[in-house]
């Protein structure tokens, strides 16, 4: 059996002895002499090498995507009896963390605080003395009403950190239930939860079901002081209707690290809103287990028992 492993990332996968592990360029399309692989790992490839890898890798057996998001490999067109699994739980750590990098940002003002140290202006306002317990604005997760939209294994690991400093938090998922402590509500229970929620996290997947799923209807919905932070995916939030509702005050602002363009054109009214943290798609970007739940799946494959993160096609 061969693998192609892609050389966009170190790989250090035990595999058996009679399974050749193949190393290939993400941005070049797969070698001629290689197109009989079974099985395909990704990680950065293009859009059209995945295309070409759909066209050309007719023998392939299963794909094993190491992002989060499948939305991509599912995009390439592969053969439906093509296996496709996920990599969203090598990604539970690094996406928690960011999230909570920019909440934190966004209720210690660090987006205004940066301004003013690149204009050279020690920006007194945003210092001394502060009330212990602001009426009507977001300034401390003690406290803080925090929603989750999108409660899966990155809203598991960044829930405690949350709790931890204070917050109550709330999950919208596709099953109502508790995790971890934490109650996760249905999409339905949307318009009773926004109204009573400060901070808005957005850990959506891209799928034509979630395409501005936050959109002008439901931003109305939070309070003015309100914060949305999205790491899922940039297409399940109507970036117009989000800036018209910053501009208009109607919403206090976002920190945002994916996009319906990415990279963010430069004429995008995103960049030059006070209120708007932006980082370029920084919350992932380093799989951590990802070697083991190669390993794992191809055993799987193998012996025809269940891989995990498989995609529902």
Wanted: hydrophobic share 50%.
């Amino acid at each position: 059996m061969k693998m192609l492993l892609p050389t966009s990332i170190d790989l250090d996968v035990e595999l058996p002895s009679d399974v050749v592990a193949v190393g290939y360029a993400v941005d070049r399309p797969v070698p001629d002499e290689h197109c009989d692989a079974e099985a395909l790992v990704v990680w950065g490839n293009p859009a059209d090498q995945l295309l070409d890898s759909a066209r050309r890798l007719r023998r392939l057996r299963w794909v094993q995507t190491l992002a989060a998001g499948p939305d991509a490999v599912l995009a390439a067109g592969f053969d439906p009896g093509v296996v496709i699994t996920a990599g969203q739980t090598l990604h539970d750590t690094p996406v928690a963390e960011h999230a909570l990098a920019l909440i934190l940002a966004a209720a210690r003002r660090l987006n205004l605080v940066i301004r003013a140290q690149v204009g050279h202006r020690w920006a007194g306002e945003l210092g001394g003395l502060q009330p212990v317990a602001p009426a009507g604005t977001f300034r401390t997760l003690r406290g803080a009403r925090v929603t989750i939209w999108g409660f899966g294994g990155i809203a598991a690991t960044l829930a405690p950190h949350l709790a931890a400093l204070g917050a109550t938090v709330t999950g919208i998922a596709r099953h109502r239930g508790e995790r971890g402590g934490v109650p996760v509500l249905l999409g339905d229970d949307l318009p009773a939860v926004l109204p009573a929620t400060d901070v808005l996290v957005m850990i959506l997947p891209g799928t034509a079901e979630t395409r501005h799923a936050l959109g002008a209807e439901r931003l109305a919905l939070l309070p003015a002081h309100a914060w949305v932070i999205n790491v899922g995916r940039g297409s399940a939030v109507d970036e117009a209707a989000l800036l018209a509702a910053i501009r208009a005050r109607r919403l206090a602002g976002a920190a945002l690290d994916v996009f319906e363009t990415e990279p963010l054109p430069a004429g995008s009214g995103l960049w030059d809103e006070p209120n708007v943290i932006i980082t370029p798609h920084a919350a992932g970007g380093r799989p951590i287990g990802a070697a083991g739940l190669i390993a794992g799946n191809l055993a799987a494959l193998r012996t025809g028992a269940a891989l995990r993160n498989v995609v529902p096609r």
